[in-house]
């Protein structure tokens, strides 16, 4: 049962409007001050930034306009993402490549303090991942955001080289750092098909961050562009979203919010305070109800609409 107060971050997706994961741009429409307006109105405490569309408001205004936007809203929570190829060897390209994200992310975490750094695996590995490897490079990449007291944390998904707790358990714990941490999306974990049960084996140092979100009862296409095109609002889809709550806070998780994420091609040609309103309307509906109605038989030991 949860009993704490309970805060929303709308994690970038959520109000970026008609762009996508992988979209020739990522850069939102809505100018960022109509969205921290937005999700301000809508009860939003937090609001996480991408990184293309990070760059363009730093050169655009700076950072001592986007933390005054932030701050005149009340945005107290911060996210940036998203770090990808982080654990290849230095001058690897793909490393070159990630190097100048992880510069302009770490700069922007320690600019807006930054509670989280998201960082992804490898998407569409054929191979298993090198998790010594992954530990030492996860590590370096918390010692260069402790600094700013903001913690790494890795996002677990079904497409990619960490798509279990077990791998992803050996990771962060292999970085050996305080500020590691694992990211949980109910759409990752129930996609996944891993069983709501299973995350009480996550030590409550490393449950670091969670999102809410929902889906129909079957994948549609792959599991890319199901996560990407078809996500719905929580409550709209198969998943259990209060069972997912309760056993995330029987797990010890802590953080002074959830994020939410919803990426939808429906959802995302909506308007602003539309999106805003109804996502934040919708989460909280499934907080109460989480906290209020008793939890079904063995519903935290089954995987929840996991093919």
Not at 30 to 46: E, I, K, N, S, V
Request: hydrophobic share 45%; with cysteine; charged share 25%.
């Amino acid at each position: 049962m949860i009993h704490r107060p309970v805060e929303l971050l709308a994690a970038y997706w959520t109000l970026a409007g008609d762009v996508f994961p992988g979209a020739p741009t990522e850069v939102s429409p809505f100018p960022l001050a109509d969205r921290a307006a937005a999700a301000a109105a809508a009860g939003y405490t937090g609001l996480g930034l991408v990184h293309e569309d990070l760059v363009v408001w730093r050169d655009r205004i700076g950072y001592g306009a986007i933390r005054r936007i932030l701050l005149d809203q009340g945005i107290r929570h911060v996210e940036v993402e998203f770090l990808s190829d982080w654990w290849w060897a230095p001058g690897d390209p793909r490393r070159t490549a990630s190097d100048v994200v992880r510069e302009d992310l770490l700069e922007a975490a320690a600019e807006l303090g930054a509670r989280n750094l998201k960082v992804s695996p490898e998407l569409h590995a054929v191979t298993p991942p090198d998790v010594p490897r992954m530990g030492d490079e996860l590590g370096r990449l918390c010692e260069a955001a402790r600094a700013s007291g903001t913690a790494v944390i890795m996002e677990l998904m079904p497409f990619t080289n960490v798509a279990t707790l077990e791998i992803a358990l050996a990771i962060v714990a292999g970085a050996d750092q305080p500020n590691a941490g694992i990211l949980l999306d109910i759409w990752h974990v129930a996609r996944g098909g891993i069983p709501y049960a299973d995350l009480s084996t996550i030590p409550a140092r490393y449950l670091s961050a969670v999102e809410l979100d929902d889906a129909d009862p079957e994948v549609v296409g792959d599991l890319f562009d199901d996560t990407r095109f078809r996500r719905r609002l929580p409550g709209d889809g198969s998943f259990d979203v209060p069972a997912f709550l309760r056993a995330i806070d029987d797990a010890g998780f802590a953080a002074p919010y959830y994020g939410v994420e919803i990426i939808s091609e429906t959802y995302r040609r909506q308007p602003l305070e539309v999106m805003a309103r109804t996502s934040f309307e919708a989460t909280m509906a499934q907080v109460e109800r989480a906290r209020t109605e008793p939890a079904a038989p063995a519903a935290a030991e089954r995987a929840e609409a996991g093919p």
